[in-house]
């Protein structure tokens, strides 16, 4: 136990007289410093600390700063939830790879703590990703993030291995043709062998290997991805998930990354949303997806379902030892403008979620002809509450994280 980086002793000043000590060791604490000597109480917290932070991630060689940030994870998880977004330096409403800029950024004066990416099209070989970032920049800015003290998440809408179209193309059997011994099982190793080449490229400036929360194969529950439920069986979807993990891990030696399991938004029980998990050794962290579609008023099944989901993952987190989360999150244009406060921060108190991350703020899409965005920009009539929603205690946005130092 001694050497698990969780349950180091903390550096604590203890050479002033009692009286002279930080306020928050008044009481009971204070009392039985008192009686018994600070070195007493210090063993006291050290093995309280280390009880309360005693599950380590699922891969068994992770590495030390993965390892870091999956304990003090879990040591937010109740008293507050790292807020994130999508795509967040590269683009937003109205502009486009502006160095420094982020709408969140403009709208709060601080970065999210939580950065997401998109890994769809690498695996094709292709320079841009599905939404048009290049991977070079990407790259570029997942170091920025962390080396400022945020966290990173990638998701990975892989394009259809056996019918050569793109992750929407829900053709029944495409997951039983990538498994081993499937007709299409080495163009799939083709796919992992890029994706690996990327997470293996991303390092900080000491060149350690950046800690990453992957969310492979993600909405698992929809019926639209070929990994979904038109695609395959529940065990058919459990070998495909156990195999890309063991595949990165095993064959490639990436030991940085922090396996999040997520559903979509429906699922009606614990045991619906456990129907195809891969199991406690292929997954780190529990979590699912939800939008809201239409404007308060009528947005009371969206509170209904949030809350509902939240309590179902909050028992599944504590009775498999995994940290819970938001996968994907929002309301797109935010038609309500105090949508986070009144319906978000509301709803969350109480439940102990890691993070959540709103999507993308796209902007214009000319295909749709409709404006695309889940994060206020300035001048937004949400970007006041969204302010309100930032200064709230259980929110964490990048400086505080940094404050942290969550990989440490």
């Not at 190793?189 to 929360?213: C, H, S, T, W």
């Not at 206020?376 to 302010?387: E, I, V």
């Amino acid at each position: 136990m001694l050497n698990d980086p969780a349950c180091q002793i903390p550096a604590l000043n203890i050479s002033l007289p009692i009286n002279k000590q930080s306020e928050h060791l008044e009481g009971p604490i204070f009392n039985l410093m008192k009686l018994f000597g600070p070195i007493y109480i210090l063993l006291i917290i050290f093995t309280v600390s280390c009880t309360a932070r005693q599950f380590p991630p699922s891969d068994p060689e992770a590495s030390m700063e993965t390892v870091n940030l999956y304990y003090n994870l879990q040591k937010l998880t109740g008293r507050g939830y790292l807020v994130g977004h999508q795509d967040a330096l590269a683009y937003g409403v109205h502009w486009k790879y502006k160095a420094g800029k982020s709408d969140i950024m403009e709208v709060t004066g601080d970065y999210p703590a939580l950065y997401g990416w998109e890994l769809g099209d690498l695996e094709l070989g292709a320079a841009l990703n599905l939404d048009s970032v290049p991977f070079d920049k990407m790259k570029a800015y997942i170091r920025q993030g962390y080396e400022r003290g945020g966290v990173i998440t990638l998701s990975w809408h892989a394009n259809n291995p056996m019918t050569g179209k793109n992750a929407w193309d829900a053709a029944p059997g495409s997951v039983a043709a990538v498994l081993p011994g499937g007709v299409k099982h080495q163009t799939f190793v083709k796919q992992l062998d890029r994706v690996a080449a990327f997470l293996a490229g991303l390092k900080g400036a000491k060149g350690e290997a950046i800690p990453v929360l992957f969310r492979p194969f993600h909405e698992l529950t929809g019926t639209w991805f070929w990994w979904g439920i038109k695609g395959c069986s529940p065990d058919e979807y459990k070998s495909l998930f156990r195999f890309t993990v063991d595949y990165l891990r095993k064959k490639k030696q990436l030991h940085n990354l922090l396996i999040v399991y997520n559903t979509a938004n429906e699922f009606k029980s614990k045991d619906e949303f456990l129907l195809r998990y891969p199991g406690d050794e292929y997954a780190d962290i529990i979590s699912f997806d939800i939008y809201q579609h239409v404007k308060q008023g009528a947005g009371d099944s969206f509170i209904s379902n949030l809350k509902f989901n939240l309590t179902v993952i909050d028992e599944l987190a504590a009775e498999r030892k995994k940290v819970a989360a938001i996968g994907e999150l929002g309301f797109n244009q935010i038609p309500d403008p105090e949508w986070f406060t009144n319906s978000l921060y509301t709803t969350f108190r109480g439940h102990r979620l890691a993070y959540i991350l709103l999507w993308r703020n796209a902007g214009y899409k000319s295909k749709e002809k409709e404006m695309e965005y889940y994060a206020p920009y300035k001048g937004h009539a949400a970007a006041a509450d969204f302010f309100k929603f930032y200064r709230m205690p259980e929110t964490i946005f990048e400086k505080e994280a940094a404050s942290m130092q969550l990989y440490k």
